[in-house]
């Protein structure tokens, strides 16, 4: 274990550090706001050194990768003794996720102000990599789906997983639920890894994902296929 543990951000930035360095340095993010700047900021430095070069992939790549997902069975997310719920590892899977429903954009150069995409992004990898989010599961035929929400950000991530193929003429919608009723927060359209990152408004406490229409309706007009609780 380093003894400076200030000095850990760069080597946690880039996932390099042992789990007992992991759980300490993360103890030591919530209470210092000088390492989680530093560590946001050298994070996006290296997603954009990462991507600085863009190649295209052969033609024949997109076609050879669905097929060895459709013949390989995929690992459960990996859950820990105390609580049940999924270890960190989760979280850097969906940082990936993430980047992949915006995959193919080139990143802006210098000078350049990044595009909404980027900058979508970047905002949905603060979520899931926030030293205080949260990973909470759903239910029914979307068991699959997860939400991860930051406190500190007052934001959520809702990937979604596990849930049946629709129709063109349908669309799964999250909606955000209080005392209020239901609000939408958008819809979950991405074909990679659909996810949806909102605010969460004062007083909800739940967040449910409906099938409705193309284009999504005003309010639910079908019983939730998951409800995950956010208290």
């Keep these: 274990m380093n003894a400076d543990v200030h000095t850990l951000t760069g080597a946690y930035a880039l996932d390099a550090v042992s789990e007992t360095e992991r759980i300490a340095f993360e103890r030591h993010l919530a209470d210092c706001a000088t390492c ?13 050194l990462g991507v600085a070069s863009v190649v295209d992939p052969p033609a024949l790549l997109r076609a050879a990768v669905l097929d060895g997902i459709a013949r390989t069975r995929q690992r459960p997310p990996i859950v820990t003794a105390e609580d049940g719920r999924p270890a960190r590892r989760w979280r850097r899977w969906a940082v990936a996720a993430a980047a992949a429903v915006v995959a193919g954009v080139v990143m802006a150069g210098p000078g350049q102000t990044p595009d909404p995409a980027e900058r979508y992004e970047a905002a949905v990898g603060s979520v899931l990599t926030a030293p205080d989010a949260v990973t909470l599961h759903g239910t029914g035929s979307g068991a699959g789906t997860r939400v991860v929400v930051s406190r500190a ?10 849930l049946p193929a629709l129709d063109p003429a349908r669309v799964y919608q999250v909606w955000l639920i209080g005392q209020d009723g239901p609000r939408s927060a958008g819809l979950l359209t991405g074909q990679q890894a659909p996810l949806v990152l909102t605010a969460i408004p004062q007083g909800a406490d739940r967040v449910g994902i409906t099938v409705e229409p193309t284009g999504g309706s005003a309010r639910p007009t079908t019983p939730a296929v998951t409800m995950i609780s956010l208290v």
């Excluded at 989680?36 to 954009?48: G, K």
């Excluded at 950000?153 to 596990?162: D, H, Q, S």
């Design 36 to 48: 989680r700047q530093e560590v946001f900021e050298l994070r996006e430095t290296a997603a954009r």
């Design 153 to 162: 950000r007052g934001e959520i991530v809702v990937l979604a997983a596990g």
